[in-house]
């Protein structure tokens, strides 16, 4: 379960940096595009956060991350890059 959640976080991560590059470059310069993609991209990354944090308390126990581990794990996955943080600190073993 901790394979599938490092890719969870890597695809969080990579959905949340499309949708903000989505809103940052296409949306001032085709706006037609911009609310053509957002629907897709939107909804992809909601589930993935949703993956992310359900798949976060699922492991608190197995992982035995202290709450304080536990809520830079959950805060990073509302920070653009703080999934890739995760991974690199928390998930390098898997």
Known sequence: M???FKITAILEGISYLVLFSNMLFIKPTNLALYKTLLYPIGMSHGILFIGYIILAFLLKKSQKWDIKNFTIILIA???PLGTFYVDKKYLKNV
Do not use: A, G
Request: glycine letters at 0%; hydrophobic letters at 65%; a positive charge.
């Open 2 to 4: 901790l394979k599938i």
């Open 77 to 79: 996955s509302l920070i």
